[in-house]
């Protein structure tokens, strides 16, 4: 239809100067008769309705008939209200008040609004222009691009729906469909959006984006690539100009090489600068080091790796089948290269099968696979308990190889609920084969109490109590086989019948198994120590030897 009738109004072409008067004349009696501004036709209930102005046409033809087109050519301008449209040549229909407009087509509103097309159909009773093929409109350094494009004027809002592109001085979208209002600067794109910054490109079904702010509001399932990582979220905002956002409903942000991630309820993210700000269940998991951390408020940085959690916070290794699981009040993860450091601090509880602790702060390094309790650290083992001033963990393949207990070192294997082997010295020593000890050795004003077992009965026959300064203890299915010593230690043996209670144990004997996580969820159980059983302040010793 558009290029049949351009090639009609090419056929006028070579009218003389006198048809050029008489076309002018006609012209200036149409706009008088048809679009004077204080005319309307009596039928308009409408008030706000304003006719089309011819403002200037270089010829014009009178249509015949009932609602025949006028034909405008050359230079054609039309006003109205407050917008200019102007075009090559346009057919205009009187009793409808609309225009068909062809050929470097532009509209202009005020000194903001600037659109341009090869084809205008304009209905000034609603003022909705449509304009079709190479369609581009311009707004305050804002510029939209398409070949289908809708303007109601009435509303000042523009849309596409066959595909099209925004472009403004940070970036690009575009969508299959899209509309834009140049009062309030908000687009809203729908169906395979697009979102191409310098920085990053972002990816939706659904986006709402402010070209003054530059802020994209997210509304649908979204993905944001960029040279740092990946977000995926489908609610929240983000300045595409800043890197800045907020994010709801699980989001997540995951590292370029896809080994680490956070996940929270909202994620206060910060692109440029690396930084995650994670408020409610958040989870850091790092998948090369198969190291988990979460909380309910918590930080991570992507330049640097740091991770902080607290808030119910936990962490969860899962480097071996049988993982550790550990609360603490505060737990901090720090990177060095590929080396991460691990530090729990407040309240720590874990739990693994074969191996539970408790103490006031600790340290990880996988490094060395190396766990560091402080301040009256408490470890359990099968039917063992062994507290110290500080403790050391060795792992091999996050099995327990070696234990070092570094000060006041106590140890202590229950028989019954009656009789406990214990085990007492400066500094302790305790080898592991498949999580089962089978050496221990003790240093240093050592004192040992164990009871000799009768073999049928399983009842103990007698008390055996040891003093010297080195002991070492051979342990074959939980029982100890044999015992070695330095110098010749002091002995005394006491028959079951004979025993009192205060020979029963050993001086700071203390049976801490109320404490003693049980499984993985009770680590969150918070257990106080008895008064009675807290130990005294002791004098800080020389801990050289326990690296």
Not at 386 to 393: A, E, L, N, Q, S
Request: glycine fraction near 6%; hydrophobic fraction near 35%; proline fraction near 3%.
């Amino acid at each position: 239809m558009k290029i049949g009738k351009i090639a009609i109004l090419k056929k006028t072409d070579g009218f003389k100067s006198s048809s050029v008067k008489t076309s002018l004349f006609l012209l200036l009696f149409i706009t008088i008769a048809f679009f004077g501004i204080p005319q309307t036709p009596s039928s308009n209930k409408n008030p706000k309705i304003t006719r089309i102005i011819i403002e200037h046409a270089d010829s014009i033809e009178l249509g015949q008939g009932n609602n025949k087109p006028n034909i405008l050519r050359g230079n054609v301008q039309f006003r109205h209200d407050s917008a200019f449209m102007s075009c090559d040549s346009a057919y205009s229909y009187n009793l409808s008040n609309s225009f068909e407009a062809f050929d470097n087509v532009h509209i202009v509103q005020g000194d903001t609004l600037n659109i341009s097309g090869d084809y205008l159909n304009y209905f000034g009773n609603i003022r909705l222009a449509k304009l079709r093929e190479n369609v581009r409109m311009e707004n305050k350094g804002t510029t939209l691009f398409t070949d289908s494009f809708d303007y109601d004027r009435g509303k000042n809002l523009g849309f596409y729906f066959n595909g099209g592109m925004l472009v403004d001085s940070v970036n690009e979208l575009t969508s299959v469909y899209g509309q834009y209002s140049p009062d309030t600067k908000m687009a809203y794109f729908k169906n395979k959006v697009r979102l191409k910054n310098p920085q990053f490109t972002l990816t939706s079904d659904t986006l709402v984006y402010n070209t003054d702010t530059k802020v994209a509001t997210i509304v649908s399932p979204t993905v944001i690539e960029a040279d740092s990582g990946y977000v995926y979220t489908d609610k929240g905002w983000y300045n595409t100009e800043s890197g800045k956002s907020m994010l709801y409903n699980r989001s997540t942000v995951i590292s370029k090489d896809k080994t680490k991630m956070i996940t929270a309820d909202s994620l206060n993210y910060d692109r440029t600068e690396g930084r995650v700000e994670a408020f409610g269940d958040m989870v850091v998991n790092d998948t090369l080091k198969k190291i988990i951390i979460m909380g309910n408020y918590g930080y991570y940085d992507e330049n640097t790796e740091y991770t902080f959690a607290t808030d119910s916070a936990q962490m969860i290794e899962y480097s071996q089948k049988d993982s550790t699981f550990l609360h603490a009040d505060t737990l901090l993860m720090l990177t060095i290269d590929t080396i991460r450091d691990v530090r729990a601090y407040y309240g720590v509880r874990f739990y693994r099968i074969d191996l539970q602790g408790v103490c006031d702060s600790l340290q990880y390094l996988t490094v060395d696979s190396t766990i560091r309790l402080y301040k009256n650290p408490i470890l359990w083992n099968d039917s063992y308990q062994i507290t110290g001033d500080t403790i050391k963990i060795l792992f091999n393949d996050s099995t327990i190889e070696r234990m070092n207990v570094i000060n006041y070192a106590f140890a202590t294997q229950e028989i019954d609920s009656t009789y406990y082997n214990q085990l007492k010295g400066r500094m302790l020593t305790a080898y592991f084969d498949a999580g089962e000890i089978y050496q221990v050795d003790v240093e240093g004003n050592g004192e040992v109490i164990y009871y000799n077992i009768d073999n049928k009965t399983a009842a103990p026959l007698q008390l055996s109590k040891l003093a010297g300064s080195f002991f070492t203890f051979m342990v074959e299915k939980r029982k100890i086989k044999r015992i070695t010593w330095y110098t010749e230690p002091k002995l005394d043996i006491v028959p079951i019948p004979n025993l009192t209670p205060e020979l029963k144990f050993l001086q700071d004997f203390k049976d801490y198994n109320y404490l003693r996580p049980k499984n993985k969820e009770d680590i969150f159980v918070k257990q106080v120590m008895k008064a009675e059983d807290i130990p005294p302040p002791r004098r800080a010793r020389n801990r050289s030897r326990q690296e």
